[in-house]
């Protein structure tokens, strides 16, 4: 459903990838939010949190309602899943279907609603020191959202920063859980400590290959170079793709400039591109990941194939964010600071930018702020 890691270059500089599988494609819009805004999110029966947008950043988001003729949608309406800010703190959302669960807070208490979290972190925030520090004094509820029918904010979420720090905010059933992440990779389910611990059933693992052995009177040799990753999970799976990028994070040859870091972590990211019908999961297995509509298989049955939707990197130094959708052959950026100083935020179809390439930041620039749109 989702893999993210965090590469450093030869002086130590991070850089942050992830990608985003669903089985649908789904109306992603890459939007500006500039600084100086009056934000407000709300939980049905508690008061509302406000707080100032202090910081510019960009972001691919999702309607978080359906609209109306009464009420079409704006900026306010689209939710954060991926993003980062003017002093390069990231935020990405990953599915965890193991989230929801009962909460308990006072009614009298301002409750920020977790579908607003990527805009509150990346507005409020530079660190993620000062992310942990936000979270241990406001409260977050979980809520159903009715773009995914309902279900109760199935995610878990990941923050980064320039210095490397990494932050894992999990609900499990219900409860709230803060983990400094020492390896710098997220995907999916089980718990992310859960993850952790697997990580001592692969001690072995190297990037030095070892191609020859003797058996007996026999002496072995292998034909070529990569034994040294045959002891990686293959599968797809959530388990599988951490230790994968857990491997890839660590052995992958570090960068000597920032340009070469970031096609270095295109590289990287490309082990975790997932295209359509790889896997085939049939509604009769009871397979989970979100509810969504797939496509249909023989005599009726549902099927879905999940497909890396899009794949985004972060330049958190330089602040340059990049992306590159499934429909398109390469990424584009945005520079997040020859962005400063808009009036108000700059909406563009995700779809509408896959067939450019290079620097989208004038394009992002001279963006309706009206209503976004398809």
């Known amino acids: 459903m989702c893999t993210s890691l965090v590469y450093k270059d030869a002086a130590g500089k991070a850089y942050f990838g992830r990608t985003l599988e669903l089985t649908v494609a789904l109306p992603y819009q890459l939007v500006v939010f500039p600084k100086g805004a009056q934000c407000a999110s709300e939980v049905a029966g508690h008061p509302a949190v406000t707080f100032e947008r202090r910081r510019d950043f960009v972001a691919i988001t999702m309607p978080g309602r359906l609209p109306t003729t009464a009420a079409p949608l704006g900026p306010d309406d689209l939710k954060v899943i991926e993003g980062m800010n003017d002093q390069g703190l990231s935020f990405s959302l990953l599915s965890y279907p193991s989230a929801g669960g009962a909460q308990s807070l006072d009614m009298t208490q301002a409750a920020l609603a977790a579908s607003d979290l990527g805009g509150w972190i990346l507005g409020s925030f530079a660190t993620v020191a000062e992310v942990r520090a936000g979270l241990e004094r406001q409260p977050v509820l979980l809520e159903p959202l009715a773009m995914l029918g309902g279900a109760v904010s199935p995610f878990h979420y990941v923050a980064h920063d320039p210095s490397g720090a990494a932050l894992v905010i999990e609900f499990t059933k219900?409860?709230?859980?803060?983990?400094?992440?020492?390896?710098?990779?997220?995907?999916?389910?089980?718990?992310?400590?859960?993850?952790?611990?697997?990580?001592?059933?692969?001690?072995?693992?190297?990037?030095?290959?070892?191609?020859?052995?003797?058996?007996?009177?026999?002496?072995?040799?292998?034909?070529?170079?990569?034994?040294?990753?045959?002891?990686?999970?293959?599968?797809?799976?959530?388990?599988?793709?951490?230790?994968?990028?857990?491997?890839?994070?660590?052995?992958?040859?570090?960068?000597?400039?920032?340009?070469?870091?970031?096609?270095?972590?295109?590289?990287?990211m490309n082990n975790f591109d997932r295209p359509r019908g790889v896997s085939i999961d049939c509604s009769a297995n009871g397979g989970g990941g979100l509810e969504v509509q797939g496509l249909k298989a023989g005599d009726g049955e549902a099927y879905a194939t999940e497909f890396t939707s899009w794949t985004s990197m972060s330049d958190l130094e330089r602040k340059l964010f990049f992306v590159r959708d499934y429909n398109g052959l390469n990424f584009v950026s945005v520079d997040l600071t020859t962005l400063a100083g808009l009036d108000a935020p700059r909406v563009v179809p995700l779809a509408k930018i896959v067939d450019q390439a290079g620097d989208v930041s004038r394009i992002l620039a001279a963006a309706s702020v009206a209503q976004p749109h398809s």
């Open 174 to 268: 219900g409860v709230m859980r803060l983990f400094d992440n020492p390896v710098g990779v997220m995907t999916n389910g089980p718990e992310f400590d859960w993850h952790l611990t697997n990580l001592n059933n692969y001690t072995f693992l190297s990037n030095v290959d070892r191609s020859s052995a003797t058996f007996g009177a026999l002496a072995a040799q292998q034909p070529d170079s990569g034994i040294a990753t045959a002891g990686l999970p293959s599968s797809s799976t959530s388990v599988g793709r951490f230790v994968r990028a857990v491997y890839y994070a660590q052995y992958t040859e570090k960068a000597a400039n920032p340009d070469a870091a970031v096609r270095t972590l295109a590289h990287i």
